[in-house]
């Protein structure tokens, strides 16, 4: 190494110990903890963030790939900028205090996405190593097809798959069975009451999916007829609804093994969906996003299907031998099981039907794109979809006629825009103009907005609201506010779906309180009311393992563990996402970005619901780590041009 070397390589080591600082001191004034914690744990802090800043900096640098760097720091941008303007609207209650403060702002989150971006990069070009594609059962000659061995290969494949879908389904469920036990009959909770309100008034509405609320009340009456005791029906319900989540995880695992991903990642998968708090309470809770969730997992893997069409004769082979003879979205067997998902998971909740929507236009845009792998997958997509939104819209219809449902409120869809009036009408009261304060009088009244006005919750305000005598109004009211006060609407916004972006964000946790004696928290596991003489009435057969249950879904003692607690954040689930849309991009195999549609598009209708509650959330913790394994497990690992599946 020459002088000229040395000297550019000692320029480069200070610029990289000076950007580490800088970053570390920029966390530090982002953190509110750091004001009121001892000199130690903050210095501690500074010395592995500038440790950890160095390194992530430094390798980010070393990276001789421009199109990863490239790639890197664009996606780590939103990554740093969610991190800044959850602190700031944490510390400052806004994420601008001025227009003269947004250079900062822009500098801030700059900087952090350098760091960011090293880390963006591991994750890109990680398993880039070359290795020889394998099957699921391991390496092996293709079997030809009308061989009498080829038939008993593809015989004792379809056995093996059968098998790990039965015990990965009963060991889950197993997992459970504590759970189910320590909350019997279940976690009677969230919208339950309202649901079983209706079955019991026969006074039904669309408010909540009717499916569900039918669903549920099957239970209900069963109880109540055939055992003469509703606590009995729930509990028939919680069985019922843990083996068919530990059959749809047990079928996800099936999907992976028969794809040929290794079984460390599959084993992950399996004691996740097991043991993870989340899943293993919500299997036994009566709110309709579980069973939603799983249509959800459903549904992706069978678009996943879709967009894996391989190029490689190895890949093709295998996928042939597995599913005896030919490609599995050429059967009509796949396209019915596709509609029967699909319409299932439109009637169990309202918001899907318009992701949905959205997302056929982009799905056959994607297949059409790739004919020359298969010339009409387009046509069949665009056509069983189109087939799955008139069945689901007929069995909506059937449902709603049957039970005599009312519509329900359109209050739903203005949480948002309601939240901003609120918030502007809270937080500049004496600066709005008389008569602009006249008109949002009209619809928010001052004798309870300002007690009424939770940033975090839309529902206190949005259930109050007067909007039915002139909703046009209120709309010509709202955009006059928001062109006078754009920074508090855009605070608003923020505040009301911080968790959905925020990793570090904890007041989904405490939305609606925090204690086991409440049973709010992370999850609520509070028992709802019913009419004397319906009483779900709890008892728990394993107190003690119950108490531990509430620590970490009321108590939210989770919280308290680094780097665990991340798997608890709604956010996490998301930034997955976008890591795996990332790596997608970055290979060039732009075909798999098509499982990732759906989900981002209903994550859209999710920034504007009425606040963040992990339930919501849920079909993203069941499916972003399985499609996160389908694709490091199996494609992402044999990098290069090897790696790159086919371009759109």
């Not at 236009?361 to 979809?385: E, Q, V």
């Amino acid at each position: 190494m020459n002088t000229l070397e040395k000297r550019n390589k000692f320029i480069k080591i200070v610029i990289f110990l000076i950007l580490s600082g800088i970053n570390i001191n920029l966390a530090v004034s982002l953190e509110l903890w750091t004001k009121s914690a001892g000199r130690a744990a903050v210095a501690v802090f500074m010395a592995a963030g500038f440790v950890l800043g160095y390194v992530l900096v430094s390798s980010f640098s070393k990276r001789q790939e421009g199109r990863l760097k490239r790639h890197s720091f664009l996606w780590a941008l939103p990554m740093a900028a969610s991190y800044v303007l959850g602190c700031r609207m944490r510390r400052d209650g806004t994420a601008l205090s001025g227009a003269g403060e947004l250079p900062l702002l822009l500098l801030e989150i700059l900087l952090l996405a350098v760091p960011a971006a090293g880390a963006v990069a591991a994750v890109l070009a990680g398993g880039s190593g070359r290795r020889k594609m394998q099957a699921a059962a391991g390496p092996g000659q293709v079997c030809e097809a009308g061989s009498v061995r080829g038939e008993e290969h593809r015989a004792e494949k379809r056995r093996k798959e059968i098998r790990v879908w039965l015990v990965s389904a009963a060991v889950i469920f197993l997992c459970w069975l504590p759970v189910f036990l320590a909350y019997y009959p279940s976690v009677f909770a969230y919208d339950a009451e309202g649901q079983l309100y209706q079955v019991i008034a026969h006074d039904y509405s669309t408010h909540h999916p009717l499916l569900h609320t039918l669903f549920l009340g099957a239970f209900f009456r069963l109880g109540g007829g055939l055992f003469d005791s509703y606590q009995t029906g729930m509990a028939v319900h919680s069985l019922v609804q843990m083996a068919l989540m530990a059959a749809a995880f047990g079928y996800t695992l099936a999907f992976l093994y028969r794809k040929g991903v290794r079984s460390g990642l599959r084993t992950a998968l399996l004691l996740f969906y097991g043991l993870f708090p989340v899943n293993s309470v919500l299997a036994v809770s009566t709110t309709k996003d579980v069973l939603f969730s799983a249509l959800v997992l459903l549904y992706t893997i069978y678009v996943f299907q879709m967009a894996d069409q391989r190029e490689s004769d190895r890949d093709s082979a295998h996928d042939l031998r597995i599913s005896g003879g030919r490609n599995p979205v050429e059967g009509l067997r796949f396209w019915v099981l596709y509609v029967f998902w699909a319409v299932l998971m439109l009637l169990f909740r309202n918001n899907a039907v318009y992701a949905f929507v959205l997302t056929v236009p982009f799905l056959c845009t994607g297949l059409y794109r790739m004919k020359k792998l298969n010339a009409g997958l387009w046509k069949k997509c665009l056509l069983f979809s189109l087939t799955a939104l008139v069945l689901a819209g007929a069995g909506n219809a059937v449902l709603k006629a049957a039970t005599g449902a009312q519509n329900g409120s359109p209050r739903e869809m203005l949480s948002v825009p309601l939240q901003q009036m609120a918030r502007t009408r809270v937080k500049e009261e004496e600066t709005i103009p008389s008569e602009l304060r006249q008109e949002l009088e009209r619809y928010l009244p001052s004798e309870w907005v300002f007690a009424a006005y939770n940033p975090y919750l839309a529902d206190p305000v949005k259930n109050r609201a007067v909007i039915h005598d002139d909703p046009a109004g209120l709309i010509r009211t709202w955009v006059k506010l928001g062109l006078k006060y754009p920074q508090t609407y855009i605070d608003a916004f923020l505040d009301n779906s911080v968790g959905y972006w925020f990793l570090e964000d904890r007041t989904h946790a405490r939305i609606y309180g925090i204690g086991t004696e409440s049973g709010f928290g992370y999850l609520s596991t509070d028992n709802r009311t019913m009419p004397a003489g319906c009483e779900i009435l709890p008892y728990s057969f394993l107190p003690g393992f119950r108490a531990g249950m509430e620590r970490i879904v009321s108590d939210n003692v989770y919280e308290k563990l680094p780097v665990i607690r991340l798997l608890f954040a709604p956010a996490f689930y998301w930034w997955m996402l976008c890591l795996y849309m990332a790596a997608v991009i970055y290979r060039r195999q732009y075909r798999l970005i098509l499982p990732a549609v759906f989900p981002v598009i209903y994550y859209m209708t999710l920034l504007l619901s009425p606040t963040v509650l992990i339930r919501y959330m849920y079909p993203f913790v069941v499916t972003v780590p399985a499609i996160c394994c389908l694709y490091f497990g199996l494609y992402h690992a044999y990098g290069g041009e090897k790696g790159r599946i086919s371009v759109l």
